[in-house]
């Protein structure tokens, strides 16, 4: 049962990555994620041309490799430094008190505001790809349980669109109200 609920995370994961990079790729989203890498105070990077699409191919890659049984370990646990880096990213900002922050997390067209719910959003997927950097071996991806673990991970997929669109949510109601 532990192997069913890691082949959905890593497909979940698999999911959320490859999403996140493909919106770094594109030409149209290179002034975005420049403002938002150079918000968080990384001026330099911000300047490097291609920086965000490099980001972005990182993201794509990890996606893909942890769902491959033979790489699961190790891009778990990079995947896991990666969400670590966001979530000491975002608190630092917090920390700052810029809130109003655009979060770079959903792309240009979102608009998520840094909170403490991407801290906590931040420290499931930090677990969720620990889970899968520990529990590598073995995978019942071309099994019977195919279904279960595609059903698990669209689950997954869908909570996470949900908590986020509420966060989003609410802050447009946060600013509405003053």
């Not at 996140?20 to 105070?41: E, F, M, Q, S, T």
């Not at 801290?119 to 930090?126: D, K, Q, Y």
Request: proline share 2%; with cysteine.
């Amino acid at each position: 049962m532990v192997t069913i609920g890691v082949d959905a995370a890593a497909l979940f994961l698999c999911w959320l990555l490859v999403s996140a990079g493909l919106h770094k790729i594109p030409a149209a989203n290179r002034d975005y994620y420049r403002g938002v890498i150079n918000d968080y105070g990384f001026e330099r990077l911000a300047r490097i041309h291609g920086f965000a699409r490099l980001l972005g191919a990182m993201e794509i890659t990890l996606g893909v490799l942890l769902v491959i049984p033979a790489f699961r370990g190790f891009a778990g646990g990079l995947a896991a430094v990666l969400f670590t880096g966001y979530f000491v990213l975002i608190a630092r900002q917090l920390l700052a008190g810029k809130r109003l922050m655009d979060c770079g997390c959903s792309g240009p067209l979102k608009q998520s505001q840094l909170s403490a719910a991407l801290l906590w959003r931040n420290g499931i997927l930090i677990l969720l790809a620990g889970l899968c950097s520990f529990a590598s071996v073995g995978s019942l991806l071309m099994s019977q349980a195919l279904a279960l673990i595609l059903v698990l991970a669209f689950m997954m997929s869908l909570v996470y669109l949900c908590v986020e669109q509420l966060t989003v949510n609410a802050q447009n109601l946060t600013k509405l109200s003053r």
